[in-house]
């Protein structure tokens, strides 16, 4: 089950220079209570043991844990989750593995991937990019509030996390328009000195 939340950081570690257990005991002090690790860079062994020291660090604070695209990972380090791409396995075969308690969430980028998604084994949808980001190299095309709304009509109550160049400016409006909550890197991460004020400010901005 998808747990009660607004702000869902994701982080980077060649975004910040900080480790991932580093970020999450930032995050965490900003008030975050869910968090995904992401690490597109890292080999395996290196990620597994960052990703290792980042649950510990979670789970004093009873923060839960999902991991982006790394079920073999999620499986070995009991995480809370794990996050699912397009290229990933199927949401399916992650559930057979991690368990009908495990977090599944899983990316789509268009209105037609929303739709043959809803039906997945799936905690939440995210959706995504909404507005511009920096944080992909070679991002999808935006689908802007207009098409979060859309996004929402289409998949009913499932919940529904909205990604992509959200900030505390817009965090409402994103809200409003249909999202259960926003997943964030650079609004929180951009300055590794003010993770845990950033991620403060847009949680008192999602309110």
Same mark, same amino acid.
């Given at each position: @089950?998808?747990?009660?939340?607004?702000?869902?950081?994701?982080?980077?570690?060649?975004?910040?220079?900080?480790?991932?257990?580093?970020?999450? #005991?930032?995050?965490?002090?900003?008030?975050?209570? /869910? *968090?995904?690790?992401?690490?597109?860079?890292?080999?395996?062994?290196? =990620? =597994?043991?960052?990703?290792?020291?980042?649950?510990?660090?979670?789970?004093?604070? %009873?923060?839960?844990? $999902?991991?982006?695209?790394?079920?073999?990972?999620?499986?070995?380090?009991?995480?809370?989750?794990?996050?699912?791409?397009?290229?990933?396995?199927?949401? #399916?075969?992650?559930?057979? @593995? /991690? %368990?009908?308690?495990?977090?599944? %969430? =899983?990316?789509?980028?268009?209105?037609?991937?929303?739709?043959?998604?809803?039906? /997945?084994?799936?905690?939440? /949808? #995210?959706?995504?990019?909404? =507005?511009?980001?920096?944080?992909?190299?070679?991002?999808?095309?935006?689908? %802007?509030?207009?098409?979060?709304?859309?996004?929402?009509?289409?998949?009913?109550?499932?919940?529904?996390?909205?990604?992509?160049?959200?900030?505390?400016?817009?965090?409402?409006? $994103?809200?409003?328009?249909?999202?259960?909550?926003?997943? $964030?890197?650079?609004? $929180?991460?951009?300055?590794?000195?003010?993770?845990?004020?950033?991620?403060?400010?847009? *949680?008192?901005?999602?309110?």
């Amino acid at each position: @089950m998808f747990p009660a939340t607004r702000v869902y950081p994701i982080t980077d570690v060649r975004l910040t220079g900080l480790t991932h257990a580093e970020q999450v #005991a930032r995050l965490i002090r900003g008030g975050a209570t /869910l *968090i995904q690790l992401r690490e597109k860079h890292l080999p395996p062994h290196d =990620f =597994f043991e960052q990703a290792e020291q980042a649950i510990a660090v979670a789970r004093a604070q %009873g923060v839960r844990i $999902v991991i982006n695209d790394r079920v073999d990972i999620a499986l070995a380090l009991s995480a809370d989750g794990v996050h699912l791409g397009q290229d990933d396995i199927p949401p #399916a075969a992650a559930r057979a @593995m /991690l %368990g009908d308690r495990a977090i599944i %969430g =899983f990316s789509t980028h268009t209105l037609p991937q929303a739709r043959s998604a809803r039906d /997945l084994p799936i905690d939440y /949808l #995210a959706i995504g990019p909404v =507005f511009r980001t920096s944080s992909k190299s070679n991002p999808h095309p935006t689908i %802007g509030l207009a098409g979060l709304k859309e996004v929402r009509d289409a998949i009913g109550e499932l919940p529904l996390v909205a990604i992509g160049g959200i900030t505390a400016t817009d965090v409402r409006n $994103v809200l409003e328009s249909g999202a259960s909550c926003v997943a $964030v890197i650079s609004a $929180v991460l951009a300055s590794p000195e003010g993770i845990t004020a950033a991620t403060e400010q847009l *949680i008192a901005a999602s309110r």
